[in-house]
């Protein structure tokens, strides 16, 4: 079992950064994929990034590539979405979750979730 609590959100200037942090329990951390969800008001949930288990490998949706970095610190059990050039389109309910695989971009392929935090980018 593994609980995830995220913070770091808020409202940020467009092209401003955010730091958002997923704080993890469960000493079987270093054992799953860890992902970023977003979700928009009337959207649905969309994947952002992921991390393998061991961090090695990293995988971004289109639009976030060059601005977001996702990394995990496994004796922390944390993992982090730095978000930078921030854009309007960016503005939604940030989601950690983990799961199997760090390729899998579906929502139903991750087990573990966050209650979310709030970002949202004003122009």
């Known amino acids: 079992q593994v609980q995830l609590v995220e913070s770091g959100g808020g409202l940020v200037q467009t092209g401003g950064s955010l730091l958002l942090s997923c704080a993890a329990s469960g000493r079987t951390f270093s054992s799953y994929a860890m992902a970023w969800f977003r979700q928009a008001p009337g959207k649905e949930r969309e994947f952002v990034a992921s991390i393998s288990a061991s961090g090695v490998r990293t995988y971004y949706v289109e639009s976030v590539k060059g601005r977001f970095t996702i990394s995990r610190d496994n004796t922390k059990t944390t993992v982090s979405l730095q978000m930078d050039s921030l854009k309007p389109e960016d503005t939604a309910v940030y989601y950690c979750?983990?799961?199997?695989?760090?390729?899998?971009?579906?929502?139903?392929?991750?087990?573990?979730w966050g209650q979310g935090t709030q970002v949202t980018v004003s122009s």
């Open positions: 979750a983990g799961g199997s695989f760090y390729f899998k971009t579906n929502p139903y392929d991750y087990t573990y």
